[in-house]
Structure formats: structure tokens, C-alpha cells
């Protein structure tokens, strides 16, 4: 988890002698006793506090090849720098300044398909880089740059944190404001423009929030463009922010209601199908579950996104099935998760939800004071009436090493002995680095299964072993927010919060 150094303190002190020595551009060399970081264990709620000397407040970051964050950018002495972390219990911060060859603030970084990072957008910054390798720097002249990002600028911007996915077929769907384009970086051309999405602005300050749904994936794949939709939800009109942020008194209108979704592999016949959520939505998060729907949490009713500019939380999670594009209202929370809220989806399939703050600073007395509280939401498929029907993988029977393109073999064990084989499913599931309603690298595939065999053990209930083919490797959740999340409250027990 990641704070903002330019507030200085936190609600987590460095013990003597941690304090360390940080260098503000064009100002003094500053003494910070407090921790801008921790490394959080989900399932005992400790934290490790992590060193950090450069700014990563609204930056960017993705797990890489090996499993290691790798975050880019942030404000002010981080603007232009990479860092990395291993998961270890000694590990810290790597940070290298003066990586990027332009200072990224509001930016968004994703992995293409040869495990190379690009850096898209940011604050002033209509331009994207590709990220150097570890330790290495990058010049002004390697910078490109982006007309899109231009052509998407607004009065009050609404293309920051741009949507960028990698399609199956290689190339990028980028998406800011209402527009949308895919971009092939071999040759940093734009091959394709998509229709406009209607009704307002999507991108941050009117940040809605955005998906990849799951790609479903053939036992012997082999077409050469892979179906991939896009899900768009929430959002606010193009002078939300003028009139939340810039008009005294201030203004508060209504968020967007509505979601775009597209086929973006059909290319000159795609076009956006308009859905109509339960209620309007703005800053919050759309997460792949395990069941390959989507969910719908954090964020409010009105407002932009901006200290003090929310007035109206949406208390109430929901469910987007991908099957028959409904939606369905979940119980709700009791702890609003407004600005800088975030969300993750944990490796036992419950929702990890921390953060909210709407002031400049931490505040405890305020109309929505500074949220330092972390709940786990349990979604529906944790019912205990459906306990009779899970199932668990047996790992010690199964693959223990997964080889690029080659078919592996997965073993489960229980379940419903009368289990319609054909809809079996195996996903997994690329884990996004969260941070102010988007989601960079959220990618969750369907894995096409050759085989299915029943074995009936003597003494233990049937099992079943899986053949299929893999893509990509499930990897642990990140989250990036600007206001701490110590532990006071692992459990808000109701209305479904656990």
C-alpha cells in the first residue's frame, strides 16, 4: 500500500532510528520519521512499514514477469521515477529518479505482450514511453508524442488515468474522456478509432470506472484475433469539476448511470451497447471476480473527483453479470469509500476494500473524515449454502511448474457429484495495481480445458483432473490510495462486510 510523502506525516511512525533524509525539488532536504508505505498480510492484518524518499502519490504500477511491483511516476521528487519491490519479509523499496524522460503524474502503465511496461498520459504529459529496463534512464527524446491524449483534453482534462488494455491481438485499447483508439506499439501508429461513448466524460476528474471482461480461450486456439470486450460504468458530465471545484458555492451534479461495453475485436463493426446500472456511480471500482462477473464498489452518487467534492456516497456494491448484462444490488457497506478509495480481489476470492479521503490531509474531525479503516467483502459465492458444491484444488496433485503455451493438469477435489461437466470453468487471473478507479492490468482469462476425468477414490470423495492450456500466471494483489489504511477495523460485520 502507498501513501503520499508530500503530507509528511501518517498514522504509522517509523521506530528510532528510521528516520530519513528526503530531497523536495527546489526546496529543503526534510527529515520524515513516518511511513509512506507498508507491506500489508491480508489474512493477520499486520504491517511491515516501508522506506520511500520519492513522492508516489497518484503514480502508476503493474506486477512484472517475475512477480515484483514495479511502480512508475507520482508527484513532485517522484515524478520521474521507477521503483521496484520484492515480496520478501527484508525487502524495500529499489527507487531510481530520473528513469522517465517526462515526470509522470496521473499516468497509466501497462504490460504488453513481451513483458515490457509502457507509460501512458499524465498531468501536462499528452505522451507515452516505454519503461527502461532496471537502473537505466531514459531520455526527452524518447518520449512520444500522443495526439489522442490532446484530442481527449478538456477545459478541466478528463483524460487523466487513462483505460489502457493489451488486446489479444497485440495491440493497445486506450480510452479517455468519451474516446477510444487502438494503438500498435511495435510502430506507434493508431490502427483503429472506435465510436464515441455518450453521455459524459469517463476519465479522471470524472473518473468512472473500467474493465477488461474475461477472455475466454479455446482448447486448440487457433484464431488469430481473440473475442475481447471492454466495460465502461460511471462517470460524470464534461463540467462536473468546473461546477464541484471551481464555482463557489459549490455544485454537486448528478454522476453518470450508465455503462458502454464493446466488442473491440470486432473493429469496423464494433460499437458501444449503453446498460443502465441501479444507480449513478462516480470514483469507484469495477473488479473481475473469480466467477468472471464484475464487481461494482466505492465511489459515490455526484460529485468529481477533488478535495471536498463529494457529498453523496454509493454505500451499495454491485454485481454485473457478464451472462446476461444485469445488474444486482448487493448488501450494502457502512463505511463510505469515497475519493482515493480502493479495492482488491484476494487469492480467496474475497474483495479487500481500504481508503477514502476527501481532504487535503489526514482529518479526523470532517463531513467524511480521513478513512483508515480495511474491510473484506465477501460476495455472494460465499454463501454457506453453497458450501455442498465448492470445490479445492489439490496442489500437491497437481502441476507444480506451468510452461508457456503447453497443456498442464489441474486436480480439484469435492464438489456436486452431478456437476455439468460443460460448464466447468478454470480462470486466471492477472491482478491489477488499483489506485483512483482504475485498475492497470486487470486481465482475467478463461482457459480452454481438453479433458475432464472423474476419479472415485475408496475412502475420499471423487475428484476431477483438468487438462487445459495456459496464458498467463495468477499473481498477488496491489493497491496504491493516498491515505493510510492501518488496521482499526479488519471486520465491519454486516450487511455482507466481513
Known amino acids: 500500500m502507498l501513501d503520499s510523502i508530500i503530507f509528511k506525516t501518517s498514522r504509522l511512525k517509523f521506530q528510532d532510528p528510521h528516520c530519513q533524509n528526503v530531497v523536495i525539488p527546489n526546496g529543503p532536504v526534510e527529515e520524515h520519521c513516518f511511513a509512506h508505505s507498508v507491506l500489508m498480510d491480508f489474512e493477520t ?114 483524460n487523466l488515468y487513462p483505460f489502457v488494455y493489451l488486446h489479444t491481438d497485440g495491440n493497445l485499447f486506450i480510452f479517455a474522456n468519451n474516446l477510444s483508439v487502438l494503438l500498435d506499439p511495435k510502430i506507434n501508429l493508431i490502427v483503429h478509432v472506435f465510436p464515441v461513448l455518450p453521455n459524459g ?41 468546473t461546477l464541484t471545484d471551481l464555482n463557489r458555492p459549490k455544485v454537486f451534479p448528478p454522476a453518470t448511470k450508465d455503462c458502454g461495453l464493446i466488442d473491440i475485436s470486432e473493429m469496423q463493426k464494433a460499437n458501444w451497447k449503453i446498460l443502465q446500472m441501479p444507480s449513478p456511480r462516480i470514483l469507484g471500482d469495477a473488479m473481475v471476480l473469480p466467477t468472471g462477473n464484475v464487481l461494482l464498489v466505492n465511489g459515490t452518487k455526484s460529485d468529481s473527483a477533488g478535495w471536498d467534492d463529494a457529498r453523496d456516497p454509493n454505500m451499495v456494491p454491485v454485481l454485473f453479470s457478464v451472462s446476461s448484462s444485469k445488474f444486482i444490488e448487493l448488501n450494502p457497506s457502512t463505511i463510505p469509500r469515497m475519493y482515493h478509495s480502493s479495492s482488491a480481489v484476494l487469492p480467496d476470492g474475497k474483495i479487500l476494500i481500504a481508503g477514502s479521503n476527501t481532504n487535503d490531509g489526514y482529518l479526523d474531525v470532517a463531513l467524511f473524515p480521513t478513512e483508515t479503516r480495511v474491510e473484506k467483502f465477501s460476495p455472494h459465492y460465499f454463501d454457506p449454502a453453497l458450501d455442498p458444491f465448492r470445490t479445492e484444488i489439490l496442489f500437491y496433485k497437481s502441476a507444480k511448474k506451468l510452461t508457456y503455451g503447453n497443456q498442464f493438469e489441474v486436480r480439484v477435489f469435492g464438489g456436486d457429484q452431478n456437476l455439468d461437466m460443460q460448464k466447468l470453468q478454470v480462470n486466471i487471473y492477472h491482478t491489477p495495481f488499483t489506485t483512483h478507479g482504475i485498475s492497470m492490468d486487470q486481465r482475467m482469462i478463461r482457459l480452454g480445458i481438453y479433458g475432464v476425468k472423474k476419479t472415485l477414490p475408496q475412502r475420499t470423495p471423487p475428484s476431477l483432473l483438468f487438462k487445459h492450456h495456459p496464458t498467463e500466471t495468477s499473481l498477488r494483489p496491489v493497491i496504491t490510495c493516498s491515505s493510510w489504511f492501518i488496521m482499526g477495523c479488519l471486520a465491519a460485520v454486516q450487511c455482507g462486510f466481513k
Not at 212 to 239: F, N, W, Y
Request: aromatic residues 10%; glycine residues 10%.
Open 201 to 241: 466524460a469517463r476519465s479522471y476528474p470524472a473518473s468512472g470506472c473500467s474493465c477488461m471482461l474475461p477472455i475466454t480461450l479455446q482448447p486448440d486456439e487457433k484464431r488469430s484475433v481473440i473475442q475481447a470486450e471492454d466495460l465502461v460504468c460511471g462517470g460524470a458530465a464534461h463540467d462536473a469539476f
Open 45 to 158: 492484518a499486520k504491517v511491515k512499514p516501508l522506506k520511500l524518499k520519492y513522492d508516489t502519490w497518484r503514480s502508476s504500477g503493474a506486477l512484472d514477469v517475475k512477480g515484483r511491483l514495479v511502480s512508475t511516476g507520482g508527484y513532485n521528487n517522484g515524478s520521474d521515477t521507477v521503483r521496484s519491490l520484492d515480496i520478501c519479509p527484508s525487502c524495500e523499496w529499489k527507487e531510481y529518479p530520473g528513469t522517465l524522460g517526462n515526470g509522470t503524474w496521473y499516468a497509466t502503465q501497462v504490460t504488453l505482450a513481451d513483458g515490457r511496461f509502457m507509460v501512458f498520459g499524465g498531468r501536462d504529459f499528452p505522451t507515452y514511453e516505454f519503461v527502461p529496463p532496471e537502473g537505466q534512464r531514459k531520455s526527452k527524446n524518447q518520449v512520444n508524442d500522443f495526439k489522442f491524449l490532446r484530442e481527449t483534453h478538456d477545459p478541466v482534462e478528463n
